[in-house]
């Protein structure tokens, strides 16, 4: 195919690559290997060093935390993550800055030639996403590439690049359709992205055994949360001791609180250390004080949005909310989509919520807003109104708010992302309303 005949826009490559491949997700590397070595991203190391990120929850904490600890020491740096909130280019960093437009079809363009450079490959969303951004990131090649599996980790486009760390955040049950819901299982899945002789970072002390197992399994070298490295203290001033490449021992005390798990912000500090980066103490002080990450327990004024769509995340959440106490009432906005555990993650935020507006979403895995309310009626949970979209639903919310009130904004990338959208366009309104007002 000629290049005169590919899209010219974003819009349009995206439109194209999903309608191009009748499944939305298929495991497996062969054909994505196969493009990739056609790519040339098989030959030489796409980075100074890679370092690929894994786990049911916790990984895009660990991997903002990763880009501006080494950020904040002076590396040139690519982070690949999945999905995106509000823009595609949002899944792709370089230097801290969300790719343009030409370089996404740059590398959407370049898979496209090598997938019909022979016998043709078909590839998903995912997979053509996941190679543009490794050629875009090779073409320059960083200091440090910091690599998000999008599920699981064995089968998943991303293992196709070896990385010279590896990282488990936590296992739990998620997107059983493809992982099942046995957690040992899960976890040797996870696991599929370890290498031999390199070092795996385990960053929860609740893992799986099969974690582990494969570890042994591939002879790598497990640095693990409580053994290897430890983390003291909770929120503004808390100590992490860990150790080097060589295996020194390392250690920073009086660390901000970066308003993220500080599991994985221990996690993120041992997983640079690895990479054999001497840690400067004030670097580290100044990246976990500045780090900001959409959509994880992120606060507009009384709005708290997070993505947390399992039960484990949702734990974490309603703990986090505990510990903040309000003087009103904490109201749950709640939309997920049809193949999660919505009586788990209902369940683990009830002791933090009052009252609900569970809200539909849109697209083949879609749950309606009718839907949620059975799960929640059914626990005896309060409901205030139900929406037909988050943006319905949080309209609807923000003219019956109490001053001293607060919203959850919970369930899905898709609701927070909508949510987000419908807060920027309002405040870009009142703005707008409020310069019309002011006008002579």
Not at 278 to 285: E, I, K, S
Not at 337 to 342: C, H, I
Not at 403 to 414: A, I, K, Q, T
């Amino acid at each position: 195919m000629c290049d005169a005949a590919l899209p010219i826009s974003l819009d349009a490559w995206l439109a194209r690559l999903e309608a191009a491949h009748p499944v939305g997700i298929e495991l497996g590397l062969e054909r994505v290997a196969e493009v990739a070595r056609r790519m040339g991203l098989l030959e030489v190391p796409i980075a100074g060093r890679v370092i690929t990120v894994a786990g049911t929850n916790g990984k895009g904490s660990t991997v903002a935390m990763l880009e501006a600890l080494a950020r904040a020491h002076g590396l040139s740096t690519a982070a690949y993550t999945s999905p995106h909130l509000l823009r595609y280019n949002e899944r792709l960093r370089l230097d801290g800055k969300e790719a343009d437009d030409a370089t996404l079809i740059d590398g959407f363009a370049a898979v496209e030639r090598a997938r019909l450079a022979g016998e043709p490959v078909s590839l998903t969303y995912f997979e053509v996403g996941t190679l543009g951004a490794l050629h875009a990131i090779a073409r320059q090649p960083p200091d440090l590439a910091i690599l998000e599996v999008g599920l699981g980790g064995r089968l998943d486009a991303v293992n196709v690049i070896d990385p010279d760390v590896a990282v488990v955040t936590t296992v739990a049950r998620d997107h059983a359709a493809f992982l099942g819901d046995d957690l040992e299982g899960i976890g040797r899945e996870k696991a599929g992205i370890l290498r031999t002789g390199r070092p795996a970072v385990l960053g929860s002390t609740t893992l799986p055994g099969s974690v582990r197992a494969v570890a042994g399994e591939l002879g790598a070298r497990v640095v693990a949360l409580g053994e290897a490295f430890r983390r003291q203290g909770d929120g503004e001033g808390w100590r992490w001791a860990g150790q080097g490449g060589a295996g020194e021992s390392l250690t920073l005390a009086g660390l901000p609180d970066p308003g993220l798990p500080l599991d994985n912000a221990a996690t993120a500090l041992q997983a640079l250390a690895l990479t054999g980066l001497p840690l400067d103490p004030d670097a580290c002080h100044r990246a976990l004080a500045r780090v900001e990450l959409p959509g994880r327990m992120q606060w507009l004024g009384r709005w708290c949005l997070d993505v947390g769509h399992n039960p484990h995340a949702a734990a974490y959440l309603a703990e986090r909310l505990l510990a903040r106490p309000c003087t009103g009432r904490t109201i749950g906005l709640l939309g997920m989509l049809g193949d999660k555990d919505a009586d788990g993650v209902i369940a683990a935020l009830a002791p933090a919520v009052d009252a609900w507006v569970p809200v539909g979403l849109a697209g083949e895995r879609a749950r309606t807003a009718d839907d949620l309310a059975e799960h929640l009626v059914a626990r005896g949970e309060a409901i205030w109104h139900r929406a037909a979209s988050p943006a319905e639903g949080a309209a609807w919310l923000a003219a019956r708010l109490a001053p001293e009130d607060r919203v959850l904004v919970c369930g899905s990338f898709f609701t927070v992302g909508e949510v987000l959208a419908w807060w920027q366009s309002s405040a870009q309104t009142e703005a707008g309303e409020t310069a019309i007002e002011g006008a002579p």
